[in-house]
């Protein structure tokens, strides 16, 4: 069975306060359905139309787990707390079997 992935982009980050609030909700509740965080920020180097900013990987044991991460009640919240403090490109992927 493929992994499934969350792959995030910040574009920008409006509220550092907020992000670290969702960060404290987030973490749990990516942890309790499976997820393992694989990068979070760290270095970048961007090529092509790359950019070359705040970048997360979270992986999980299959697409449908993470949809269901996604979903789940205790990622909404997150979410809620998170609101407009960034601008960010948000993928659930599956992975290659």
């Not at 670290?20 to 987030?26: D, G």
């Not at 090529?47 to 996604?70: P, Y």
Request: charged content about 25%; glycine content about 8%; proline content about 2%.
């Amino acid at each position: 069975m493929a992994k499934g992935y969350w792959v995030s982009v910040y574009r920008t980050i409006f509220d550092p306060e907020k992000l670290a609030a969702y960060n404290e909700l987030a973490g749990p509740a990516v942890r309790a359905v499976g997820g393992r965080t694989l990068v979070r920020g760290g270095r970048v180097v961007a090529h092509d139309a790359g950019i070359a900013e705040r970048t997360v990987l979270v992986e999980f044991d299959s697409f449908d787990q993470a949809v269901a991460a996604h979903e789940s009640e205790a990622y909404q919240e997150a979410l809620a707390v998170l609101s407009d403090a960034v601008e960010r490109d948000f993928r659930i992927v599956e992975g290659i079997d």
